[in-house]
């Protein structure tokens, strides 16, 4: 039996001001992506892709309510992505779910030519990276 690789993410934990909001923009995102509702709890839900799962949760222990990507911690999530159709899908999408594009000036090559991205952050300041690589005989 086959199990994860040695030092491959297990979960990641974000802790959100609104459950509900996040559940509306990052849940969307994530089953989207192909990951699947696993848990639901009272302040709390969990979405896994094969191994790994991420938890989305309004913990009682919350010192503050206002997320910052600038400050020291957790900048962005970057998720790979099947090609950049989908990834022109799912931007166009994500509007209805309170994202909106970053960096527009320069999508869908933000990153770099060796990848074609979109640059996403929803209502909360959450920012997450959606990644299609660009085969090596279209890179620029």
Do not use: I, K
């Not at 166009?92 to 909106?100: G, K, N, P, Q, Y």
């Not at 990153?111 to 085969?135: C, I, K, R, T, W």
């Amino acid at each position: 039996m086959n199990g994860p690789t040695h030092g491959m993410l297990h979960h990641l934990e974000l802790w959100v001001a609104d459950l509900d909001r996040a559940q509306a923009s990052l849940g969307w995102l994530l089953e989207a992506l192909g990951h699947s509702l696993d848990q639901r709890w009272e302040g709390g839900r969990s979405w896994r892709l094969g191994p790994t799962y991420l938890v989305v949760e309004q913990s009682s222990a919350l010192t503050g309510t206002v997320y910052d990507r600038c400050r020291p911690g957790l900048n962005h999530l970057a998720f790979h992505v099947a090609d950049a159709a989908t990834v022109d899908t799912l931007v166009a999408d994500a509007v209805e779910h309170s994202w909106r594009l970053l960096f527009p000036e320069r999508h869908p090559y933000a990153g770099g030519s060796h990848q074609y991205a979109a640059y996403l952050e929803n209502e909360d300041g959450f920012e997450v990276e959606l990644v299609a690589m660009v085969p090596a005989t279209q890179g620029t």
